[in-house]
């Protein structure tokens, strides 16, 4: 009789590409591709503009991590969700032509969303258990470039069949390229894990009266808050402030979050106290072991404030060269300069990184990172006149082609410099989980880092247009500066 061959599993050089792909096309499709869908399709821009909802899995999904630690392993609940988005995709598909399809896509979305965030987490995790310290920072530029294909794959192929042949045909055609990368990996994703309890003791767990009652609670306050943001007293407190324009339920869910965090900081001795007593409590030791730990203050300042002026100029760059007359120009500079150079800026902070280690290249990378932001101020400067003239204009004058040449290749830079400080960063987050809770503490710190995102594209708008550009840049470049003094006292950085 004959034995089966054992089956070949993936090589890293693939895997790692092919599960970060199926990270980014989700994303996208929930979060960018459902507003050009809806808009399509006639809504108005403030229903539109509930779709920011569909983020909001993202902003939470550390609450549910540490069940992916827990139960089953990181491969189970990668293609378990997977499997289940290609349906709910091509379920999309069959539902669009629908007279009701507007909510039924609505709710499908929302599903979608949390979802992919649990998928996100799977993967995360799925990559630290797979390899080692240095393979996780020699194949980072392989997932950065596998998330952003998989986004141009989104807003480039599929919206363009949604908008040409129609909708049905768009969604169908995701679900099956999604289908196709599920079967891969079901066949060819290696086995590396052991699981703790197995998947089939989660719902048992859940069902828990402590688990049921924490649930109640999170849900009955997140509609409180959702009733607070829409009565007449937040309505009144927006037109007297118009920042509060700019917080949205989202951003406000993140900031209550952040709170919870620094006082769990502030009570950690306590709580630790409080576990230490009730060793069986899985859920509440991930939370407590992220933040017990040598200089938790600094690690957490750090995670929060290293991209704060990155950030600032991500979230003004594109109104900066709209402004400067470069409307014609913008598409060929972001996809054609901008995409390639963050993507070899990511594989080449990876593979600097695993090959002198982290404590040698943060520096040099985050110099390069927040030092761009000097460049776009004193490209501002030099451009003034321009700007003076072109912004707001629908017929701007054109800019000199040594101009032009100037606003490609510091953009170039910048796109090239934020993916070295990428590599850092994503590089400390897996040095910081732990190994019973990789999951789950890379889902706290990547909710963190996104934190700073949040807040700066939030206020970034008002600081522009109050300070002009210039200034602008240079008051992020000095905001950048208290995430690098994080540098001296940071630790785990020199770990091999």
Not at 7 to 34: D, H, K, Q
Not at 331 to 336: D, F, N, T, V
């Amino acid at each position: 009789m004959k034995t089966q061959a054992p089956r070949r599993a993936a090589s890293p050089l693939l895997w790692a590409f092919t599960t970060y792909f199926t990270e980014g096309f989700p994303y996208t499709i929930f979060r960018t591709i459902s507003s050009v869908f809806f808009r399509d399709r006639g809504m108005s821009l403030e229903a539109i503009g509930l779709t920011s909802l569909f983020g909001l899995p993202w902003v939470v999904k550390f609450l549910w991590s540490p069940q992916i630690d827990h139960f089953g392993t990181k491969r189970q609940w990668l293609l378990i969700t997977q499997g289940v988005l290609v349906t709910l995709i091509l379920a999309t598909a069959l539902v669009t032509p629908l007279p009701w399809a507007i909510p039924a896509v609505v709710t499908l979305f929302f599903i979608g969303s949390c979802l992919a965030a649990t998928h996100d987490i799977a993967i995360d995790g799925y990559y630290m258990e797979a390899l080692d310290v240095a393979g996780q920072a020699k194949f980072l530029g392989y997932r950065v470039m596998a998330y952003r294909i998989a986004m141009m794959t989104g807003t480039g192929i599929i919206v363009t069949i949604g908008t040409t042949l129609g909708w049905p045909l768009a969604f169908a055609g995701a679900g099956l390229l999604l289908l196709g990368f599920f079967l891969f990996h079901l066949r060819f994703l290696p086995r590396c894990e052991t699981e703790r309890q197995p998947l089939s003791a989660l719902l048992p767990a859940l069902l828990k009266l402590k688990t049921v009652g924490l649930a109640t609670i999170i849900a009955l306050s997140l509609l409180g808050l959702r009733a607070a943001l829409e009565s007449a007293a937040y309505a009144e407190l927006r037109q007297t402030v118009p920042l509060f324009n700019r917080l949205n339920f989202a951003a406000w869910i993140g900031l209550l979050l952040f709170l919870g965090l620094i006082l769990v900081l502030l009570w950690r001795r306590r709580l630790h106290a409080w576990i230490m007593a009730r060793p069986e409590s899985f859920y509440a030791s991930a939370f407590i072991s992220f933040m017990d730990r040598e200089r938790t203050g600094v690690v957490l300042a750090f995670i929060v404030l290293v991209r704060t002026g990155e950030f600032m100029l991500s979230s003004m760059a594109a109104p900066f060269l709209i402004d400067l007359g470069l409307k014609v120009h913008y598409g060929w500079i972001s996809a054609g300069i901008g995409l390639p150079a963050s993507i070899a800026g990511a594989m080449a902070g990876g593979a600097l990184i695993a090959r002198h280690g982290l404590k040698k290249m943060i520096w040099p990378f985050l110099i390069a990172q927040n030092g761009t932001l000097l460049l776009y101020m004193a490209m501002a400067h030099h451009l003034r006149g321009v700007l003076a003239i072109n912004t707001g204009k629908p017929l701007p004058a054109p800019l000199s082609s040594s101009g032009l040449l100037l606003v490609a290749g510091v953009h170039g830079f910048e796109q090239f410099a934020g993916g070295l400080g990428t590599a850092v960063l994503m590089t400390y987050l897996m040095r910081i989980c732990r190994q019973e809770f990789k999951a789950a503490h890379y889902a706290i710190g990547s909710g963190l880092m996104s934190m700073s995102g949040l807040y700066a594209g939030i206020l970034s708008g008002f600081l522009a247009a109050w300070l002009g550009y210039a200034n602008f840049f240079g008051l992020s470049f000095l905001l950048s500066l208290p995430g690098m003094a994080m540098v001296f006292r940071l630790p785990h950085l020199d770990q091999r």
